[in-house]
């Protein structure tokens, strides 16, 4: 299993440590910022790591801002993807059970790094269900569908496509 993961400067600590966790499983990941403490935008990232997923070389994405709300709304505005922002385990594990999530949003102002942890843990070893509950999850695919709207070309702003901050970055430049 290969993991994206991504934060906003608010999230960069416990991305951070749930990195070491996932060196120490040894399960692959890759970082996609933010880098650094500066400032940053996170539908931006969320955006990033979830064209990761949907190239299909990701298998799921783990994204992190201050409440993981922020992040949970901007993945889940992608279709085909389900992102769960959770703040204990059990949740966590019944969103891939029977939601079949591929994005775990966690807010690194209301969990510590210990229960960011657990919550990661029970996430990556739950396994989806299936059975009734792809009825369900079909139904919220036709749900992205009904409101695709597919004439008119989808703005993009320049912010929307700034570089990220690196760590060589001006901190005074935001
Ligand atoms: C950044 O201050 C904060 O708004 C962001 O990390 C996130 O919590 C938004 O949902």
């Known amino acids: 299993m290969k ?12 991305k951070e440590a749930l ?9 692959p990941y890759e970082d996609f910022g933010t880098h650094t403490q ?3 935008d996170y539908p931006r990232i969320a955006e990033i790591v979830c064209k990761a997923i949907l190239s299909s070389e990701f298998d799921r994405g ?29 949740s966590a594990i019944l969103s891939k059970r029977h939601n079949n999530s ?38 919220l695919t036709r749900i992205e ?3 695709a709207i597919p004439v008119i070309p989808h703005p ?4 929307d496509t700034n570089p990220l901050p690196t760590a060589n970055s001006d901190p005074e430049g935001n």
């Open 156 to 159: 993009v702003k320049e912010e």
């Open 19 to 27: 990195k070491a966790y996932l060196d120490s499983r040894m399960i």
């Open 102 to 139: 591929n994005v775990l949003c966690m807010g690194a102002r209301v969990v510590a790094s210990g229960l960011a942890t657990l919550i990661t843990e029970g996430w990556l070893n739950a396994s989806y269900e299936g059975e009734r509950h792809q009825r369900r999850v079909d139904m």
């Open 3 to 14: 993991i994206a993961i991504g934060s906003d400067h608010a999230g960069l600590a416990l």
């Open 38 to 40: 500066e400032s940053c």
């Open 62 to 90: 783990i994204l992190i801002c201050g409440t993981g709300i922020g992040m949970s709304i901007a993945a889940n505005k992608i279709p085909n993807i389900r992102a769960a922002a959770c703040s204990e385990p059990y």
């Open 145 to 147: 569908q009904r409101y």
